[in-house]
Each structure stands twice: as C-alpha cells, then as structure tokens.
C-alpha cells in the first residue's frame, strides 16, 4: 500500500518561499498521478497543484500559477511543491495525494480518484 509522507512546511514572513516535499513509499504499482492539495482553517480543500509521473506534465490553481511549482524525482519517488512568492492567503495546510487517473475535466487534465493521502504539513504565511 502506498504511504505518502510531506515534509517542508513551516512559518515565512510573506514574499518569502518553501520547498514541500512528498516521500511516496510501499507501493508495487506506482501511482498514476501526485497532486498537492491544501486546506486553510474552516475552508474547504483546494487542488493546488499535480502531476502526472510518465510524462512529468503538469497543471496549477489559477491562484497560484506562478508562483508555485511542482515537480518530481521518480528515482526517488518524491514530489515537490516549490512554492515562491508566498501570500498570507496561502496559509493552509497542505496534503499530496496519490491519484489512480488523469482526466480532462473541460478545462485541463487534473489527477483524479486519489486513493493514498499524506498526513498534511502545515505552511503559515505571515504579513
């Protein structure tokens, strides 16, 4: 079974950066997709970012499209989520997520059907 462990979070004063990194483990089939999701306190859960392993391609929430980027290192089956440029709105804390499809939902391919989440890091960003 899949084991998903971030780390990397922490406290920056806003404008300033972090780098999470996700750490997948136990599978025997490797997942399809990663994405990084995040929930700020008392909203509800965003999809920030993901990935798609084979091909490295990616997509990103309009509200942080340039300023975060993920990537991965399947050698060593890590994703990260270099998050720059950081906003006190980006205060959450943040999950990846393994996912078993990458669908088209109209708009872009996003990873679905996530099956394995991580035990979330959490980022504060302050002003």
């Known amino acids: 079974q899949v084991q998903l462990a971030e780390s990397g979070g922490g406290s920056v004063q806003a404008g300033g950066s972090l780098r999470l990194s996700c750490a997948a483990s136990g599978y025997t089939s490797a997942p399809v997709c990663l994405s990084w999701f995040r929930q700020p306190p008392g909203k509800e859960r965003e999809d920030v970012a993901g990935?798609?392993?084979?091909?490295?391609?990616?997509y990103y929430a309009d509200s942080v499209k340039g300023r975060f980027t993920i990537s991965q290192d399947n050698a060593k089956n890590i994703v990260y989520l270099q998050m720059n440029s950081l906003k006190p709105e980006d205060t959450a804390t943040y999950y990846c997520?393994?996912?078993?499809?990458?669908?088209?939902?109209?708009?872009?391919?996003?990873?679905?059907?996530?099956?394995?989440w991580g035990q979330g890091t959490p980022v504060t960003v302050s002003s």
């Open positions: 990935i798609y392993r084979g091909s490295g391609a990616t």
């Open positions: 997520a393994a996912g078993k499809t990458w669908n088209w939902n109209g708009r872009r391919f996003v990873c679905n059907n996530m099956d394995t």
